[in-house]
């Protein structure tokens, strides 16, 4: 396939992270960067080997050599830079959240549908190689019919007080909001369909530099009769700073992983497994460019597309309308 030209939208974290993970995709995807601060744009150029440097995020969609917009900036930017990029004629990849609110995604689904272009959300996890394993073992029946799911992810990890993540206007939403989205996408990628959710946040701590409420437990029920919970926080210290253990139970066994992707060890009928996922792209940034750049190509939608986000985001509201005292809420159909 041709080279993909890319122009990230930003300069900041993550578009260093992103950055980071293309290198091994170079001979396929071509990088140039913009930001409102034209050096800025030209040290990520020089420090990343990139094409091109743009002093707006404007001139970079102006730019017919550009293919494709990567929308790195805080949410509360990603609507009005994803519709100016589908006018202009570019493909999108949106990180995520993409959007604080579900109106919003379906004002860009209609505009990417008269626009004719792909749109991926940034989902990395969707693509790690741990849940392509996971997947795969429940696929397998590697422990019969599921019965539990336990999702943890903990680390005490506070964000400085100049952190855009600290205004919520910017980030959308709290901790749960603007990072949890992630692990709650895993537990519900796995092949079982979440019919029904609640949210039960903890009493925010108070102190500190980060002042966003960090913790959150979820508990939901799978369209095959399991149910499971997911705990989150970026308060509580893991175990040896940083390992963190699931688990997937079923009548005939467990899968117990580490939640980074680390290893995923099997126990069922037959001998017990361990296996190792994948380091080489052990975040599933590379596996996520492939199927942006083949999706493009191919003219079809990737696997973490706009539709599935939406369903990601229809869970969030339950999880946040629950908080607020109306119970245990059922997804639409």
């Not at 626009?115 to 991926?120: G, N, P, S, T």
């Not at 002042?211 to 308060?235: C, H, P």
């Not at 539709?307 to 509201?317: G, P, S, T």
Request: charged share 25%; aromatic share 10%; glycine share 10%.
């Amino acid at each position: 396939m041709p080279s993909l030209h890319i122009a990230f939208l930003g300069c900041g974290f993550i578009t260093r992270v992103h950055s980071r993970h293309l290198r091994r995709l170079r001979s396929d995807i071509t990088c140039s960067y913009a930001s409102r601060d034209r050096g800025k744009a030209e040290q990520f150029r020089r420090d990343q080997g990139g094409q091109r440097a743009y002093a707006s995020y404007g001139e970079a969609m102006a730019d017919p050599s550009v293919d494709a917009v990567v929308v790195a900036v805080p949410p509360r930017f990603h609507l009005d830079l994803t519709l100016r990029a589908l006018e202009a004629g570019k493909h999108v990849l949106v990180e995520k959240p993409a959007f604080p609110r579900l109106a919003d995604y379906e004002t860009v689904l209609a505009a990417r549908n008269r626009a004719r272009k792909v749109i991926l959300v940034g989902e990395n996890d969707h693509y790690k190689p741990l849940a392509v394993c996971l997947r795969r073992l429940l696929e397998e029946g590697a422990i019969g019919e599921m019965v539990f799911g336990h999702f943890t992810t903990l680390v005490k990890k506070f964000k400085p007080a100049e952190d855009w993540r600290n205004d919520e206007t910017m980030a959308g939403g709290d901790a749960f909001f603007e990072e949890g989205i992630h692990w709650l996408h895993l537990a519900a990628s796995l092949g079982p369909r979440i019919v029904r959710i609640e949210g039960f946040r903890p009493t925010p701590g108070v102190g500190g530099t980060d002042k966003r409420a960090k913790s959150m437990m979820v508990a939901f029920e799978y369209d095959n009769g399991a149910v499971g919970s997911l705990y989150y926080s970026r308060e509580v210290p893991s175990l040896f700073q940083g390992l963190r253990l699931s688990k997937l139970l079923g009548r005939k066994g467990i899968i117990t992983f580490e939640s980074n992707g680390l290893f995923v060890f099997a126990r069922g009928e037959g001998l017990p497994r361990i296996l190792f996922p994948g380091f080489r792209d052990i975040r599933g940034y590379q596996a996520m460019y492939r199927d942006f750049h083949r999706s493009i190509r191919e003219g079809r939608p990737p696997a973490m597309s706009l539709e599935v986000a939406m369903e990601d985001q229809r869970l969030m509201d339950r999880i946040y309308a629950s908080l607020k005292g109306t119970g245990p809420l059922a997804v639409a159909q």
